[in-house]
Every structure is written in structure tokens, then in C-alpha cells.
């Protein structure tokens, strides 16, 4: 008598249950996260914009003074001889921080710390146009100064300016002004005509030219005793010149 064999029935697959989101991640955390999204999203558009202002801010606030030395009695004295190597250079004895910030944001950041330099010589303190006069040397290692930014040291010369700035400025112009003409260091260093009376405590009017080299070619720079001395020289030479962009220097033929 042959046995009854029923083939076994085929195996049934168990499709899993979906998993939706609202089972892993309550509604309540997923409001939270894409609130907490957009916030960084509107922090990273307003940000460029935050750093800016800090920036400036610290340099409206910064404790700037120009380097001194000691005289006979041990006190100090602001160096006011433009042909002193020392002159127009800059010590910061609060907010460090915030100037260092923008010495390196001209290297790492310069269309950011232009904005800055432009701001602080247009509208600013007299602490921040010094740190911005200062950088200006800076900008131009990054080739971010144009030629009216030049204009804008130029105006600092202005006698209605604090002596501070002038003197800042003076320096500033001097590293960014190249003279073509290496042999013709007589004639850059000519006393301009009609001067202004000199001011209480100025240094014996003088102008000195050094030889140095810019991207290989022989150049001179340009040294003056003082602000007035300084403003005076550029009405007369600067029409001769012009802003090169290359190499971030004022050079006059």
C-alpha cells in the first residue's frame, strides 16, 4: 500500500514593516534639527560679515602707540625724525588679539582686511587708521592695494590729521613709493620750494634715498623728516608717477 506524500508548501517571505522616520526620530527632534540647520546656514552667510566688524571693532579699541626712546632722564620720546629707521612703527598694548586678526587676514583674507583698511581710513579712530596705515604694507604683499588706496595714506598727511596718523602714514607712503631712476638720487632728495613753517619739535627738514631691489630691479626708496616735508615732495613729484598694480608700489620715473 503506497504511502500519501503531500509536498510541503513553498516558504513565505516576510516583508519587513517600513521604517519611516517618525518611528527613529521623534517630530519633535526633527523640528530641533532643521531649525539648528538653517541657524548654521544663516550663520555661515552672516559670518564674513560678523569677522569683519569684530575686526574693526578691536582696532577702534586697541591701545596704540608709536615707538619711542629714552631721553637724557630716562623718559620716553615718541621718535619724530622721519629718517630714523624706527620711525612710524607701531606698538599695541591691548587687543592683540583683534589686530593680529587683521594682519593676517591681509595675508589669508586681503579683500576682507581691504575693506577694513578702507573703512578705518575713511571713517575711523585714530587707533584704527594707525594699525590700518600700518598694514598697508601687508595688503600690497598680497597685491589687494589699488591706487586709491595710495590716495588714501596721501590724505592722512593732512595736517588736520593727528600726528599719529601723519606720521603712520608717512612711513607707509615711503615703503610704497619706488623711485625708477637710481641715479638721479640728487634730485629726489631736493628740498621742495614754499614750504609751510615747520611745526614745534620737527626735525631739521631733510630728504634721503636708499637703493634697494623690488622683484630684482634696482629701485630707491624715499625717507622725509617729516609729514609736511612728505606731503610737500609728493604734490611736487607724485604727478610725475603712477600706482603700479604688479608690483604694489607707487613709482615715479
Known amino acids: 500500500m503506497s504511502k500519501d506524500v503531500s509536498e510541503p508548501a513553498p516558504a513565505q517571505l516576510i516583508q519587513p514593516a517600513p521604517i519611516t522616520l517618525n518611528a527613529v526620530i521623534p517630530k ?13 546656514v544663516i550663520i555661515a552667510v552672516l559670518r564674513p560679515g560678523i569677522n569683519e566688524a569684530s575686526v574693526y571693532s578691536g582696532m577702534q579699541g586697541a591701545d596704540t602707540k608709536l615707538f619711542s626712546q629714552k631721553d637724557n632722564d630716562g623718559k620716553p620720546v615718541v621718535i619724530n ?13 591691548n587687543n592683540d588679539a583683534d589686530v593680529s586678526r587683521y594682519y593676517t587676514y591681509c595675508g589669508s583674507n586681503p579683500a576682507m582686511a581691504l575693506r577694513v583698511f578702507r573703512k578705518a581710513m575713511t571713517e575711523g579712530n585714530v587707533s584704527s587708521k594707525i594699525i590700518a596705515a600700518h598694514g598697508s604694507l601687508f595688503l600690497a604683499e598680497s597685491g589687494a592695494l589699488e591706487a586709491s588706496d595710495y590716495d588714501l595714506l596721501r590724505s592722512a598727511l593732512d595736517p588736520a590729521q593727528p600726528i599719529e596718523v601723519r606720521r603712520v602714514a608717512q612711513r607707509a607712503i615711503s615703503d610704497l613709493t619706488a623711485l625708477k631712476n637710481v641715479g638721479a638720487a640728487a634730485t629726489y632728495e ?53 600706482w603700479d598694480a604688479k608690483q604694489q608700489r607707487f613709482a615715479i620715473p
Request: hydrophobic residues 45%; aromatic residues 8%.
Open 28 to 40: 519633535p527632534v526633527q523640528l530641533v534639527c532643521a531649525v539648528l540647520i538653517v541657524l548654521g
Open 190 to 242: 631736493e628740498i621742495p620750494a614754499d614750504l609751510p613753517p615747520p611745526e614745534k619739535g620737527d626735525p631739521a627738514r631733510k630728504i634721503a634715498t636708499h637703493k634697494e631691489a623690488l622683484f630684482g630691479t634696482p629701485v630707491l626708496y624715499v625717507r622725509w623728516s617729516s609729514p609736511d616735508l612728505a606731503a610737500a615732495w609728493l604734490k611736487v613729484n607724485a604727478t610725475k608717477g603712477a
Open 81 to 93: 625724525d622721519g629718517l630714523n629707521e624706527m620711525f612710524g612703527l607701531v606698538q599695541f598694548h
